[in-house]
């Protein structure tokens, strides 16, 4: 195995990640052997910052870690002229499970991530490597930066320390500012084929063969969707509940009925989600802020408490916005297979677990109706976007499905 084994269907990124590695080797070598530090020298292709694009679930975030992985590896192989990436030594290992002091991964559940956390990043990437070749910095969800923050890191990305690396992840080049964007290598992830993420299930995730596959082709490549649905009994349950909303729409009390539905699907799972975090989260603060025996405070703590109780709130609005976006992105997917049998496409059908509803729906529509669907869905997610109160936006989706 390498660092490289997780990401799935990327033949051209890893190649470009590998060559980028071996050069920053050999900068490191070169430069414990008394040359001049230049990251970016001519024909060098390592650089100070990346920004990794790509569709939900293309493994941007597992790249940008992969790359980390292999930007800390002390391989002895690597001097026998061996690719950076082993997977096996102290700087892989411990860079790709989040506990090498030089890797630093930001991820966040909220709705963005703001100022004060940017500027603690960009102080600690001022610091030199405490352990390991390079002091990189991995940030998952640079699309969530508010305005400030991506001022912030602004500066960081033109001025950066002389072993610094920044790896940032959005969905698109337009999510980031143009700034920051235009002082990044970019690098573009395509949707894995279904077969190369069936495969990951089976071989890292001990996954069923069928079922990896039913997984991977009902997610259409994504991988993180994929996993979860092949290994959670109550994702698939929670799918099956979301593919049964258009056979549901036939009258008004219907349509609501369904909308309240799907809106209490989404709430259930960010608390199920949130009681797996919230309770181990609080405890851990209060513990760390001295909490007598039977959970009384000390004086003076009431603020961090409140913080924590603030996060956990924001955190929970973002999660169960996140899961009613994947009930509509698989609203999306069963209307584009209705499309696809309307118009006798020959594209895989992903849904085909649910082929008896796909065939009801589209012998009883026609084409131009279920694009005015598939529009119906688009609108309800832009509408959230726009902060719409979430079961407005979900009864006016679902009236507009029934009305077709």
């Not at 390498?2 to 900068?27: C, F, K, N, P, Y």
């Not at 102080?123 to 640079?142: C, F, H, T, Y």
């Not at 602004?154 to 143009?178: G, I, M, Q």
């Not at 495969?199 to 979860?228: S, Y």
Request: charged share 30%.
């Amino acid at each position: 195995m390498t660092v490289w084994d997780d990401l799935v269907g990327q033949d051209r990124v890893r190649e470009q990640l590998s060559a980028a590695a071996r050069d920053a080797d050999a900068l490191v070598t070169a430069v414990s052997d008394g040359k001049p530090e230049d990251p970016e020298a001519q024909g060098s292709k390592m650089t100070h910052a990346w920004l990794f694009t790509g569709p939900p679930g293309s493994g941007r975030a597992t790249a940008a870690r992969a790359f980390a992985a292999a930007l800390q590896c002390t391989s002895p192989d690597r001097a026998l002229g061996g690719e950076p990436g082993c997977g096996f030594c102290d700087g892989c290992h411990t860079s790709l499970i989040g506990t090498h002091a030089d890797v630093q991964v930001i991820r966040t559940d909220l709705l963005s991530i703001g100022v004060k956390e940017t500027r603690d990043l960009v102080r600690r990437a001022q610091l030199s490597p405490a352990v390991g070749r390079w002091q990189v910095i991995v940030m998952e969800d640079a699309d969530r930066l508010t305005e400030g923050a991506g001022n912030v890191l602004l500066k960081a990305v033109e001025e950066p320390a002389p072993r610094t690396v920044w790896l940032l992840c959005a969905p698109s080049l337009e999510d980031v500012l143009p700034t920051i964007r235009s002082r990044c290598r970019h690098l573009t992830l395509s949707t894995p084929p279904v077969e190369a993420v069936a495969d990951v299930l089976i071989r890292r995730d001990g996954v069923d063969p069928e079922r990896a596959h039913a997984a991977a082709r009902a997610t259409q490549g994504h991988i993180g969707r994929a996993r979860r649905l092949a290994t959670d009994e109550r994702a698939r349950a929670r799918r099956a509940a979301v593919l049964k909303v258009p056979l549901r729409v036939a009258d008004v009390g219907g349509c609501l009925k369904a909308a309240q539905e799907l809106i209490d699907t989404a709430t259930e799972d960010a608390k199920q989600q949130a009681e797996e975090v919230d309770a181990k989260e609080t405890e851990d603060l209060k513990a760390a802020l001295g909490a007598a025996a039977g959970g009384r405070m000390p004086r003076g703590t009431a603020g961090a408490m409140k913080e924590l109780e603030d996060k956990q709130k924001r955190r929970k609005t973002r999660t169960q916005r996140d899961s009613l976006d994947l009930a509509l992105t698989e609203l999306t997917g069963f209307y584009r297979d209705v499309l696809a049998l309307q118009l006798g496409s020959r594209i895989a059908i992903a849904n085909a677990d649910v082929q008896d509803a796909l065939d009801r729906i589209a012998e009883s529509s026609t084409p131009a109706q279920t694009l005015r669907r598939i529009e119906a869905v688009i609108a309800c997610r832009r509408a959230m976007d726009r902060n719409v109160a979430p079961l407005l936006a979900v009864e006016a989706m679902t009236m507009s499905l029934r009305a077709g």
